[in-house]
């Protein structure tokens, strides 16, 4: 009678062993699934928190970054003009890289900034020039088509896009520029930069009184 309770002991020892492996597998690997929502939480917080808290939308702020020296550029306009930075020279020039014609918020942006023009004037922006990656003449039909009179530089290769990295906060990818305002003081220095096209809320518009509360903060 005793020999044969052990071996039903056993044998129901032997049977639990398997259930055991299966729960000590399960809690392995809820606790390195733990670990890895933590680690990606805790990168998730940090890219957030990078991020500058302005009155309106968040932005970033890229390199070339305030007090570095704006790279010089000489690009076509929509008039079919060629522009260049260091015809500014001596001036505050506020550069907008925008996204370009599959954006229509970008060209309403520019159309609060011409109409808001006193506004910039008295925060200092002596002019504004646009930069996008669309073609020239496709460029001058749209700001014929909407009356803008604001410069608008054609970068097809993104040259100039890729050098202020100003194509690293859009929603296409690196393709197109994102929604990035630069001001480049007199001297050729980097006073000031906002990229708002960054992830995660693409903002590719915001007031005018907003991004002049931004630069007056940043400055």
């Known amino acids: 009678m005793s020999s044969t309770k052990n071996r039903g002991i056993a044998a129901a020892s ?23 929502l933590v680690a990606l939480y805790g990168v998730f917080t940090a890219s957030a928190t990078s991020k500058v808290e302005g009155a309106g939308p968040s932005y970033d702020i890229g390199e070339p970054g305030p007090g570095q020296l704006a790279p010089d550029f000489t690009l076509t306009d929509n008039t079919g003009k060629q522009v260049s930075l260091k015809d500014y ?8 890289f925008q996204e370009g014609l599959t954006c229509q918020p970008c060209w309403d942006q520019l159309t609060s900034l011409e109409q808001d023009a006193t506004k910039l004037k008295t925060a200092g922006v002596d002019a504004v020039l646009s930069i996008t990656t669309d073609p020239a003449n496709q460029i001058a039909v749209k700001t014929q088509d909407m009356g803008l009179s604001t410069p608008v530089l054609s970068d097809p290769d993104l040259s100039v896009s890729t050098e202020y990295h100003a194509n690293q906060f859009g929603m296409m990818g690196n393709s197109r520029d994102g929604h990035s305002f630069i001001l480049v ?12 096209g960054g992830a995660p809320n693409y903002t590719m518009y915001l007031p005018v009184d907003t991004l002049l509360n931004d630069l007056k903060t940043g400055v």
Do not use: C, F, M, Q
């Not at 032997?14 to 699934?33: E, K, N, Q």
């Not at 980097?190 to 990229?195: H, P, S, V, Y």
């Open 89 to 96: 020279e001596g001036k505050n020039v506020l550069l907008y």
């Open 185 to 196: 003081g007199p001297d050729g220095t980097i006073r000031w930069r906002a990229d708002y």
């Open 14 to 36: 032997a049977g639990s062993r398997p259930a055991r492996h299966r729960w000590l597998t399960w809690g392995i690997v809820a606790v390195v699934v733990a670990i890895v």
